[in-house]
């Protein structure tokens, strides 16, 4: 596990981002145009701009909304464990609430984890 002590709050914040990215493209198949992330006390928040797939938007674009609604859906619950994991590994402290939710107008996705405790950090220079 990530001794989060070791990094300071930004460098926390960019390797989750990394994980999140990585994670798009590994089961998704899918890059992400930026992945935003912010870390506040025991709230971390992900913003994932253009996180809709193209077989995603070509639904979308022939008035499937509801289908894709379904499958994003679906998505967020299959990736719910790796997420959570990969974010335990980073910040080093368990998460007990997790939720994530995709707007298919605006192509973005939330995720807004609850941690335990606020990981600890050094401070930076």
Do not use: W
Request: glycine fraction near 2%; include cysteine; hydrophobic fraction near 40%.
């Amino acid at each position: 596990m990530t001794k989060a002590a070791n990094f300071t709050l930004k460098e926390l914040e960019q390797k989750i981002l990394q994980c999140i990215q990585k994670l798009y493209v590994d089961l998704l198949g899918h890059q992400p145009q930026q992945v935003s992330c912010q870390l506040v006390d025991k709230t971390l928040t992900v913003l994932i701009e253009d996180s809709i797939t193209q077989p995603e938007q070509i639904l979308v674009n022939s008035g499937k909304q509801d289908l894709v609604k379904q499958v994003r859906s679906n998505i967020h619950v299959a990736v719910e464990s790796r997420l959570r994991a990969n974010i335990e590994e980073i910040v080093g402290v368990a998460v007990t609430d997790l939720f994530a939710d995709s707007t298919l107008d605006t192509r973005r996705t939330s995720i807004v984890a609850i941690l335990a405790t606020a990981p600890h950090t050094v401070e930076s220079n």
